[in-house]
């Protein structure tokens, strides 16, 4: 059930930065280590703070380009809890969703996420993986301009 709610606030997230221009900041690199094979990638970072106490990173070179990005889900409050990491790359990708297998640091804007990934389809091993990038600032979501049903 947790994955389910994780998933759709994934999703959910994911939709809002689509809407408000997500990848519109400065480019900086974001560095993905997966099993000591590090990956650098220039990006556009933004970091997306919700009222609930979450916090959602993404990167990517631009809106326009699905094959590099990086999107970190996490929880603020008291402590930092990874509620999802996820990275695709032309020459590899990762998504985890179990708080239990991955950690986060916070060095002022500058975030470190690391853990262990499921295998994905046909492979037999967990994968170690890190990712570190630093917010350059931080935002609210786009609030919804509709009216809730039943409401006045």
């Not at 990167?59 to 409050?77: C, H, M, N, W, Y």
Request: charged share 20%; aromatic share 6%.
């Amino acid at each position: 059930m947790r994955g389910v709610t994780v998933g759709a606030a994934v999703a959910l997230a994911a939709a809002l930065l689509s809407a408000a221009g997500c990848a519109s900041g400065p480019v900086s690199d974001v560095t993905i280590v997966v099993d000591g094979r590090t990956h650098t990638v220039s990006a556009r970072v933004s970091c997306t703070k919700f009222p609930d106490g979450k916090l959602l990173i993404y990167a990517a070179p631009s809106k326009f380009d699905a094959t590099k990005r990086v999107r970190v889900l996490l929880g603020t409050e008291h402590r930092l809890v990874v509620y999802a990491a996820g990275f695709r790359l032309p020459e590899v990708r990762g998504f985890g969703d179990d708080p239990g297998e991955m950690v986060a640091t916070k060095v002022d804007d500058a975030y470190n996420i690391s853990g262990r990934l499921p295998p994905e389809d046909g492979q037999l091993e967990w994968r170690q993986f890190e990712i570190d990038v630093t917010c350059p600032g931080y935002s609210q979501p786009v609030r919804d301009q509709h009216p809730r049903l039943g409401s006045p």
